[in-house]
């Protein structure tokens, strides 16, 4: 049974960082993208970063130039590293991880980013 382990997330100040992980637990055949959403309360599910087996990342324009996502392929990991945070980023962050035919969602970890 294939699960993704999130970890990472926390309470942290405006301005601050934090480095979100996400592994693979079981085989996933023919990984393609990998990435980050988002969830805050009211709010839709939001594309946070992706990164495709081969190809550019993607980024939302709200957290360009502070936050990178990195993946490990080896290990079936992805990252999220998060620089200057601010309170606006607070959020459910899940994995998404997508095969060539299912989409795995990891079960999310609260950031919060305190003003």
């Known amino acids: 049974q294939v699960q993704l382990v999130e970890s990472g997330g926390g309470l942290v100040q405006a301005g601050g960082s934090l480095r979100l992980s996400c592994v693979v637990s079981?085989?996933?055949?023919?990984?393609?993208?990998m990435g980050w959403y988002r969830q805050a309360p009211g709010r839709q599910r939001e594309l946070v970063a992706s990164i495709p087996s081969g190809g550019s990342t993607n980024y939302a324009d709200s957290v360009k130039g502070r936050f990178t996502v990195s993946r490990d392929n080896a290990k079936n990991a992805v990252y999220l590293q998060m620089n200057s945070l601010k309170p606006e980023d607070t959020a459910v962050y899940y994995c998404n991880v997508a095969s060539a035919f299912y989409n795995y969602w990891g079960q999310g970890t609260q950031v919060t980013v305190s003003s």
């Open positions: 079981g085989s996933i055949f023919s990984i393609n993208n």
